[in-house]
């Protein structure tokens, strides 16, 4: 239970702060914004980037931890 909820808390977080981004520029906009204006935006980039490099550091440590 403790290493699911562990493992699973990251990917939580970022989905969650991608979603809040969203809400705030829905929010914001009269109409709907353009897939180019959400991506710029530093409320959805950040997460993404954040998620990029969880993924790298999995890989990383994969190949470190993981010889064979």
């Known amino acids: 239970f403790w290493a699911t909820l562990i493992g699973i808390a990251p990917q939580l977080f970022l989905l969650?702060?991608?979603?809040?981004g969203l809400e705030k520029?829905?929010?914001q906009n009269s109409e709907a914004p353009r897939i180019i204006d959400l991506i710029y935006s530093?409320?959805?980039?950040?997460p993404m980037i954040a998620f990029g490099a969880l993924l790298?550091?999995?890989i990383v440590a994969r190949k470190i931890f993981y010889k064979k």
């Open 56 to 58: 790298i550091v999995a």
């Open 25 to 27: 520029i829905i929010e």
């Open 16 to 20: 969650v702060s991608i979603g809040s």
């Open 42 to 46: 530093p409320d959805i980039y950040i």
